[in-house]
């Protein structure tokens, strides 16, 4: 049946009615806050050729003119991360994740079957990086505390006991699994996160990790290996000990290593490639 015009027209009135808000509509409700914003879940990803600093000993030096910081994430405060950022440098979070470290303060929380032979570092020793179950939750919160000191990104030490003698039977697929976890758990909290060494699981692991720290590859003539990272677009940061830069910073160059000459102790002095 065919309804009226006039049914029609009344009923579009009541239902304009309905959807129009008058001046006191809300009157007495409360106003809800904005939503925040959500955190941006993009984290640094560095690309070949930066000039790094890398200090693990002695008084920090934030005056070194580079882009890139890599310092001890236990020994330094949240302010000495924020004073790099206002001097214009992204900053690196050391952290053992392949080795029990008894000066720590976390030491005491993990169970000595999980601790192996000694790593050639006074009071250092592998940990058996099979037992996920118990270093996981620990290197998670490790990994808060880069993230909650302002960090950009992780360097995570220790990471190829499988090529050590640790005291435990540690296979390559073990260290894969590992290391492929601690990237894990610094890309969930926003950090990008470097290869440290493990030479032999890079062609594995380039598409797990942002960029690679190395340490003497021109020395044992193996820094071709880390070239999957720069033809990946990300960094290699590279010391060598032992030779003068003359004898190692055109190769690495061509290679497109950031690379510099350190003393063992990681103190303040670099002598980078010109």
């Not at 032999?200 to 999957?228: K, M, R, S, W, Y």
């Amino acid at each position: 049946m065919r309804r009226s015009p006039f049914l029609l027209v009344a009923a579009l009135l009541v239902l304009l009615a309905g959807c129009t808000s008058g001046p006191d509509r809300d009157e007495g409700k409360p106003t809800l806050p904005p939503r925040p914003a959500q955190p941006s879940t993009e984290r640094w990803l560095p690309g070949p050729g930066l000039a790094w600093q890398w200090q693990l000993s002695g008084r920090l030096d934030p005056t070194v003119d580079v882009p890139v910081y890599d310092i001890d994430g236990f020994d330094h405060p949240a302010s000495a991360v924020a004073d790099l950022h206002r001097r214009g440098r992204k900053v690196i979070c050391y952290l053992s994740t392949g080795a029990w470290e008894d000066f720590r303060p976390d030491a005491g929380r993990f169970p000595t079957s999980l601790l192996g032979r000694g790593n050639g570092w006074e009071g250092e020793r592998w940990l058996d990086i099979r037992r996920t179950d118990v270093l996981g939750p620990l290197m998670a919160e490790r990994l808060d505390m880069c993230r909650d000191k302002g960090f950009d990104a992780v360097e995570p030490d220790n990471m190829d006991g499988y090529a050590n003698r640790t005291g435990f039977p540690l296979t390559a697929a073990d260290q894969l699994r590992y290391n492929r976890l601690i990237a894990r758990l610094a890309h969930e909290r926003g950090l990008s996160v470097g290869l440290k060494n493990d030479l032999d699981q890079i062609p594995e692991l380039v598409g797990d990790f942002d960029f690679a720290v190395n340490e003497q590859c021109a020395e044992h003539d193996e820094c071709a290996a880390l070239t999957p990272f720069v033809r990946a677009g990300k960094a290699v940061f590279h010391v060598e000990y032992e030779l003068p830069t003359r004898e190692f910073c055109p190769t690495t160059r061509e290679l497109g290593l950031s690379s510099m000459l350190k003393k063992y102790d990681l103190g303040v002095w670099r002598e980078p490639c010109a």
